[in-house]
């Protein structure tokens, strides 16, 4: 069964939900999700999760965003406006695109409503403002130049190179958390570490920290990891059952 991530290239005027339904047609599974809305109106990335990739959704999702928003100036939109906490890592003016617009290149956290900060942005300028345009070019390790549209998939369908758009769970991490080889467990080890159970392997013997791991066990991924006290890990993502 194809599983792992497919990299979206969403259109305006398609919403988050259509693109999964599409997404589940083309690759004719139902295991299919994706990692964190776009605003209908807005176009650019969107990671969907096809099988297994799905349960990564908390650690996809949870991933710095990139946008490139038009702001314009003079003008409110009727839009409402929704608050909440979120971070914003980088703001820059990239060009005047118009009379009273502007482009803004935007790094922020997950939970960031552009839509709201160009209309803070006016208010903080003694005006009022609107987003007129919104382009997601990143979220998380996943950027613009590596998506498809979903013509492109049925395209690639077509000529039997489906697969070729799919990321596979594996290299969909890499980069994002370390890894965390075990090797030479008994079998007793072995079974408890594949049932979820909690184990202290050599590898992290006078280890006290806490963090999440891309598991492996003698050179078998099982998912993710999560160590802990003493020395201890146990599988917080199972990615060996169906």
Do not use: W
């Not at 139902?30 to 908390?58: E, M, N, S, W, Y």
């Not at 050599?202 to 006290?208: A, P, T, W």
């Amino acid at each position: 069964m194809t599983e792992g991530i497919v990299n979206i290239l969403k259109p305006p005027g398609m919403t988050s939900s259509d693109a999964v339904a599409d997404v589940r047609h083309i690759f004719k599974i139902k295991r299919v999700g994706h990692t964190g809305t776009l605003d209908p109106g807005a176009a650019g990335v969107l990671p969907i999760c096809i099988g297994r990739a799905t349960r990564l959704f908390d650690i996809l999702v949870d991933k710095q965003k990139e946008y490139i928003a038009e702001v314009t100036f003079g003008a409110a939109a009727d839009a409402v406006e929704i608050k909440r906490s979120a971070t914003i890592d980088n703001i820059e003016l990239m060009a005047q695109s118009g009379e009273n617009r502007y482009l803004l290149r935007i790094v922020c956290s997950r939970g960031t409503y552009v839509r709201t900060l160009c209309a803070d942005i006016g208010r903080r300028l003694g005006t009022c403002a609107y987003m007129s345009f919104l382009l997601r070019t990143r979220s998380g390790e996943f950027t613009i130049g590596s998506t498809y549209s979903i013509a492109e998939l049925r395209q690639m369908k077509e000529k039997g190179r489906l697969d070729d758009a799919v990321i596979s769970i594996e290299d969909s991490l890499n980069g994002l958390i370390d890894k965390l080889s075990l090797t030479g467990l008994d079998e007793k080890q072995a079974r408890l570490i594949r049932n979820g159970a909690e184990i202290f392997p050599g590898e992290l013997k006078g280890r006290d920290d806490s963090r999440i791991v891309m598991l492996y066990a003698d050179g078998e991924f099982l998912g993710i990891g999560q160590t802990g006290e003493g020395g201890s890990v146990h599988i917080k993502i199972n990615l060996t059952e169906a």
